[in-house]
Structures are given as C-alpha cells and as structure tokens.
C-alpha cells in the first residue's frame, strides 16, 4: 500500500472541495483532493453560480476567464400564485461586479478551478479516488484511507475535509451527530426546449396541490416539479400523460413541448433534505459544505453557500497549515463563522417550506400571494432586498489569503 503526505486532504471534489483546494494551495499549503469520479460530468441540477461567487472569482483574478465560458444570466424572478403573477426579486440593481445569476453546468467550473490548480506546487487532484474511512491515532484523524484506481492507499495529513456532499463518508466515520430539520417534498427534474420567443427568468408557479419551477437555461428549461414528501413512485404510476397535463395547466406557455417528456423515466428525482452538524470538526477533521449542512433547493443557494465556507476555511487555515501549528481552536473557528450563515439561510428555506409549499402541496383552498410578495410587486425598490438575499447571502465571505 502507497502512503501520500499532505498538509490537507479533503475529500471531495465539488464546489466547496476544488475551491478550498485551489485556495489553500494558491496560499502555500500541500493540499489532496479526492474525487471518487473520473471526470465531473455528471448532471448535478445545482447550476447556479450567484454574484457571491462570482465576487470570489475577482478576487482571485479569475473573473473575466471564467465568463468566457458558456453560461446563462438571469436577474429576475418571478412567482405566481393562482392567477396573480408577481414579480419577486431583481438581482440587476446589486452593487458588484456581476449583478446576475450565471447559469453554468457545474462541470465547467469543477474542470475550470482544477485547470487553475494544478499549475500550483501543492495541488494534487487524484481522480477515481473514493474514501473508505479514516485514520485515527491517540483520538485524532491522521488521515484518510481511500482506493484510487481500485488500488487501496492511504493519505497521511495534518487536517482532513470532508467536502463530499449529503451522503459524506467523512462525516459518517467520524461519528459526527447530525440534527435532522426536514422539508415537506421532494423534486422531479427534467427539461423542455426554450425558445427565443419565451420570456428570460426564473419562473415559478404555486397552484392548488401543486408547484412548478423553470430555470432559464438558455436553450432549455431546466425544470422543477414540486411534490409531497414521498409522493415520486405515485406520481411515476399516474403516468406521463398526468404529468404533461399538469404542466400544461400551470404554464399553458409551453404547449406541444410537453410531449418531448417521452416516460415517467424522463422524471429524475431529487429528495430533498435539510440538515446539520451540531459539531463540524474533530480533532484533525472538518466538514464544509453540504456535509455539515444539507440545504433545501429553495433559492439554489447550496453550491453558493458551499463556497462561502471554503473561503473562510481557507482565510483561517491557510496560515496555521503552512506553518505547521494546526490547533483545534482554528477548525472551531470556522464552524464559528459559518454557522450564524448556515442556520439563518436553513431558517428562511424552512420558513418557506412551512407557511406556502407545505400548505399549497395540500392542496388547502385557494392560494393567494402573501402580503409580503404584494409588497414587492407593488414596490419595484423593495426588490432589492429579497435580490440582495438571494445573490449574496446572509454573510458574504471575501478572500483574505494571498498567492505566494
């Protein structure tokens, strides 16, 4: 068996795990980053990145690279509630650099930060590289056992990261206790066609016993239908034909596109989940991401929140690691930093969750926009806030740490 020395391994190559990655080397610090795939095209429907990554990509000078690659932008979003249509957020008044949501696969900007990386001294990006547990000596994590190339090895190092998402390995080996919050549906995603004629926004619909939600891609619709918690086999057993008519009903719009979901396998289903850490870290091991927290859709927040964490782990680690005096207070201090974020942003998605999805999934009545949304279709400037929420989140992280 081979043996790897590092200063930091994370485990995980997403969002939160290629940007702490890059970050923490373009600083000076030895990092690993294992991805358990070969490549990163997957279809992962978190394709949003918002302003408050694209602030990042500034101040680590790759801002105008990175927009030379295919994207989408959208500004606006827009919700309606029965009949009543109301304009929700507009994201065009933010004052940073780019005032838009840039719709981009996830692969593309995974393949961009790695491209970026590896250039760097410390950077090392093993692919086909899946963690099977960790190392643990005198009540301290040493280090991460993986298989790479289905050839067992074992990565030695000062500080391991669990940034391997929902389901992560890291923080389930480390017997890391998670507080379940929970979310009241589920989401079946597919795509129809766009056209250039369709309007340009995020666009949402809340009916009776029913939720839909288009994300402007471009040249399709990326699309969300909204069910009960549970619901996905009943709903594939009604059959597609259920299912075109009810988009047809919601968003008449698109017409004949609903025949190009050809089966209830065209349905791909995400369940959702909202949950966290009570403690991130342990000696010598940390979660970021959506390892220490699952986050609802609602907003597409998560990938964004994500790199939030990654860029304060690296402002507080870098340091500390390159020189060797790693202590427990600093992996606390990152848990300090993105917690008040986490929980606030956790908090608005259950909020929303509870008094309009849960109640219009019933199917209670008539539904109606809340006061607050009237607010903001009658106040153009009021906006702004929900925008500036939306695009930059509860607490925006800015990158402190040098290139050395």
Not at 7 to 27: D, N, S, T, Y
Not at 188 to 194: D, E, G
Not at 240 to 259: N, Q, S, T, W, Y
Not at 285 to 312: E, K, R, W
Request: one cysteine or more; proline letters at 6%; glycine letters at 10%.
């Amino acid at each position: 068996m081979t043996t790897i020395q590092t200063q930091c391994c994370i485990v995980g190559g997403g969002p939160a795990g290629m940007m702490l990655g890059f970050l923490l080397a373009r600083a000076g610090v030895k990092v690993v980053v294992l991805e358990k795939h070969s490549d990163f095209l997957r279809d992962f429907r978190g394709d949003t990145i918002h302003p408050s990554t694209l602030e990042v990509m500034a101040e680590i000078g790759l801002l105008d690279e990175f927009l030379k690659l295919p994207h989408h932008k959208i500004d606006r979003f827009v919700a309606q509630f029965g009949e009543r249509r109301v304009a929700m957020a507009d994201l065009s008044h933010l004052p940073v650099r780019c005032p838009y949501i840039a719709m981009m696969p996830q692969w593309d900007f995974l393949d961009f930060i790695a491209d970026h990386g590896k250039p760097l001294p410390g950077f090392t990006l093993l692919m086909d590289a899946e963690a099977t547990g960790l190392i643990e000596e005198g009540g301290k994590v040493t280090g991460v056992r993986t298989t790479v190339d289905g050839k067992p090895q074992e990565i030695r190092a000062d500080l391991v990261v669990g940034a391997d998402g929902r389901r992560s390995v890291v923080r389930d080996k480390a017997g890391f206790k998670v507080t379940e919050i929970g979310a009241p549906m589920d989401v079946l995603w597919f795509q129809l066609s766009h056209r250039p004629s369709d309007e340009s926004a995020v666009m949402g619909r809340i009916d009776s016993g029913s939720m839909f939600v288009m994300l402007d891609r471009g040249d399709y619709w990326q699309c969300a239908y909204v069910i009960p918690k549970g619901s996905a086999a009943s709903v594939r057993a009604g059959g597609i034909e259920k299912v075109r008519a009810l988009i047809l009903r919601l968003m008449p719009f698109v017409g004949e596109r609903v025949d190009e979901l050809k089966s209830v396998d065209d349905l791909k289903l995400l369940t959702v989940g909202v949950d966290r850490l009570e403690t991130w870290w342990r000696p010598g091991v940390l979660c970021i991401g959506d390892a220490a927290h699952t986050m609802s859709p609602i907003g597409g927040v998560g990938i964004n929140l994500a790199i939030q964490d990654a860029v304060a782990a690296s402002n507080i680690l870098a340091a500390p690691l390159r020189e060797g005096r790693l202590a427990d207070s600093d992996l606390e201090a990152v848990q300090a930093r993105r917690l008040f974020p986490t929980r606030a942003t956790q908090a608005m998605q259950v909020f929303i969750q509870n008094r309009m999805i849960a109640p219009a999934l019933l199917g209670k009545g008539p539904i109606s926009p809340p006061w607050p949304m009237l607010l903001l279709d009658r106040f153009p400037i009021l906006r702004r806030l929900p925008a500036r929420l939306l695009a930059m989140g509860v607490r925006p992280e800015h990158v402190h740490t040098k290139a050395v």
